[in-house]
């Protein structure tokens, strides 16, 4: 795991623009190659319902609230819990293809809460429409805690879909880092992919 780099920190902090009143829209994150520092470097874009591009959308633990660190966007910066970071990190290191990302945390402006209460609203099609679904399970540094989360997320193939994954969670987990929050009862996703640190189950 690279070391967090405190460079975005020293930048201004990013002003989201606002979604359009009058539109369904929803923003998508296009994360930059890692460089060498560990910045992590990202843009944000808005797009309305009708005319989204692919995307995959991200499932995880918040996390305890501190600490955080800086994500530098359009050369400002927004603050991040770890557990998001180190899956920012991963995901850059894993050279993955140029894809978008919707994550709750940087789409929604979390100082709006306007905005924050309208794309609650529209959280279920924002997971549907996703050409994917990944659940971060963490970085594996905690390796009890996370062994039991990945096992458990293992047997999403042998179950009948999300709402048993949520039982399975709810079932074996109690941890600091708390419960499982994003499932829903119905199929979210054609695909999901749970991953833990480097590792992953399809």
Not at 7 to 32: A, D, G, W
């Amino acid at each position: 795991m690279s070391f967090p780099s405190d460079v975005p920190l020293k930048l201004p902090r990013y002003k989201y623009k606002p979604l359009e009143r009058n539109k369904k829209q929803m923003r998508l994150i296009e994360l930059s190659p890692m460089l060498e520092e560990g910045t992590i470097h990202c843009t944000l874009e808005a797009f309305d319902f009708a005319e989204l591009p692919g995307y995959i959308a991200l499932s995880y633990t918040s996390g305890p609230p501190t600490p955080v660190h800086g994500v530098e966007i359009d050369e400002c910066h927004i603050t991040v819990r770890e557990n998001l970071y180190h899956f920012l990190q991963q995901y850059r290191k894993e050279d993955e293809p140029e894809v978008y990302l919707w994550i709750d945390q940087i789409s929604i402006d979390q100082s709006n809460i306007d905005e924050r209460s309208s794309q609650v609203q529209f959280m279920r099609d924002i997971y549907q429409k996703s050409d994917s679904v990944i659940t971060w399970l963490g970085d594996g540094s905690s390796t009890e805690s996370t062994r039991m989360r990945y096992e458990a997320a293992k047997q999403f193939n042998e179950t009948k879909g999300i709402k048993s994954l949520a039982n399975i969670c709810n079932m074996s987990i109690s941890t600091d880092y708390g419960s499982f929050k994003r499932f829903y009862s119905e199929k979210i996703s054609e695909y999901l992919y749970t991953t833990c640190g480097p590792h992953g189950a399809r």
